[in-house]
Each structure stands twice: as structure tokens, then as C-alpha cells.
């Protein structure tokens, strides 16, 4: 079964960096992924489509703070010099074809 | 730029019906798959419907399958979520998104997101 686990919840400090972790079940290390990021009272905005050999296309005006990386079934998004607007729920999307599409459970970011 | 506007929402009865619309604009409609995706409060993300760019296929997850029926007007740019048979747990913003894959060719990833319109099941 296709599945995508995230951590609940991490800080970082203003101008620190983080690393978010998205772990792609058993069988399925080779899946493209998508960063989502989701703002207080706002819609969902599209971060960045991420191989699984770490090149990554990123959305339009994503600022290059935001970066994609990948190690085996493991998918990070690490965004530098973290700003008060980063703070916000981080959730990664994969797809199986002619099936379902599936997200993470989001990691929720708070910026001390 | 990419734009899709979400309809529809509001509050009904358990066992009522609604109808969802989106709107696009800003890319060419009939190269691409529409989505889905519902938040329900305090959870995450889940994916409900997907129809393809030329409304040939459509796929549903489990909570959907048999009640949301997925439907498109190219000649209006708009996708619409009929939504049947609603259920308390069907409470939840509901947004459309575009899948980044032209025609058959690419990566599913979606890659543009409404704003959201608010569903609320409740007697």
C-alpha cells in the first residue's frame, strides 16, 4: 500500500533552517513527489515536484530558501533562513497511475 | 496566471445533496486532469476524485465512490463535484486542483489550488 509519512509537528527558530522528512512506504522509494505548503486561512500553494534523484521543479515565485532533496524512500524539503510566514502545515502528494492519489499527514511548522 | 474558483459550498442536511463548481482560467483547460482535494477540520489533506484532461477517466477514493460523481464543461472551463448522499464526515473545505501532466505525458504532481469552498454536513 502506497503510503507517505510525515512528522506532526517541528520548530526552527526565525532565520534557522529546517528540514522536513516525507518516508515513502515499502516498495515505492522510486515515487515523484509534490511539497505542498498550506498558510493559516489560506489555500494550499504548490512548493515543488521532487525526484527520487533529488532534481526538483519548483512552483512559480517559490523563493530559493525552499529546496528539495532525496535519499532512498526518504523525500526532504529544506527551507533556510526560516521567515515568520513559513510558519504553516508542509504536506507531501504522490500519485499510483490509474489508481488514487495520496498525501502525507503534513508536518505543522512553528517559527520561534 | 493559473486560476481556480471554487463554488458551491454550504450547509446541508445528512443524506443531502450538493453540487460543487470550479472554474479555470489562465491555462488551457482541455490539456489537463482536475482534482479534488478536501480538508476536513483539524486533518489533513485527502484526495477525493480525479478526472482526466479529456473527462475519459475518472478515479474516486473509497469515501467517494458511489456518492461524488467528478464531471467537466470544457465549453464553460468548469469542473464540477456532484456530491450525494452526504454524510457528517463529508464536513470539510473543499478544493479544486490542477494536475501538472499534459494530455498523457508527465508527472500527476498537482500543481495549482483553489481557495477552497466550505461544505458542512449537519442536522
Known amino acids: 500500500q502506497l503510503v507517505l509519512t510525515q512528522s506532526p509537528s517541528v520548530s526552527a527558530s526565525l532565520g534557522a533552517s529546517v528540514k522536513l522528512t516525507c518516508t515513502l512506504s515499502?516498495?515505492?522509494?522510486?515515487?515523484?513527489i509534490a511539497w505542498h505548503q498550506r498558510q493559516p486561512d489560506k489555500g494550499p500553494r504548490f512548493l515543488m515536484k521532487l525526484n527520487n534523484d533529488g532534481s526538483h521543479t519548483k512552483g512559480e515565485g517559490i523563493p530559493d530558501r525552499f529546496t528539495g532533496s532525496s535519499s532512498g524512500a526518504e523525500r526532504y524539503l529544506t527551507i533556510s533562513s526560516i521567515q515568520s510566514e513559513d510558519e504553516a502545515d508542509y504536506f507531501c502528494?504522490?500519485?499510483?497511475?490509474?489508481?488514487?492519489?495520496?498525501f502525507g499527514g503534513g508536518t505543522k511548522l512553528t517559527v520561534l | 496566471q493559473v486560476q481556480l474558483v471554487e463554488s458551491g459550498g454550504g450547509a446541508v442536511q445528512p443524506g443531502g445533496s450538493l453540487r460543487l463548481s470550479c472554474a479555470a482560467s489562465?491555462?488551457?483547460?482541455?490539456?489537463?486532469?482536475i482534482h479534488w482535494v478536501r480538508q476536513a477540520p483539524g486533518k489533513g489533506l485527502e484526495w477525493v476524485t480525479f478526472?482526466?484532461?479529456?473527462?475519459?477517466?475518472?478515479y474516486y477514493a473509497d469515501s467517494a465512490k458511489g456518492r461524488f460523481t467528478i464531471s467537466r464543461d470544457s465549453s464553460k472551463n468548469t469542473v464540477y463535484l456532484q456530491m450525494d448522499s452526504l454524510r457528517a464526515e463529508d464536513t470539510a473545505l473543499y478544493y479544486c486542483?490542477?494536475?501538472?501532466?499534459?494530455?498523457?505525458?508527465?508527472?500527476?504532481?498537482?500543481?495549482?489550488w483553489g481557495q477552497g469552498t466550505l461544505v458542512t454536513v449537519s442536522s
Open positions: 515499502s516498495g515505492h522509494s522510486s515515487y515523484t
Open positions: 486542483a490542477k494536475d501538472s501532466a499534459v494530455g498523457d505525458f508527465g508527472d500527476h504532481v498537482i500543481d495549482s
Open positions: 478526472m482526466r484532461y479529456d473527462g475519459t477517466n475518472k
Open positions: 502528494q504522490t500519485w499510483r497511475t490509474g489508481r488514487s492519489w495520496v
Open positions: 489562465g491555462f488551457t483547460f482541455s490539456n489537463y486532469g
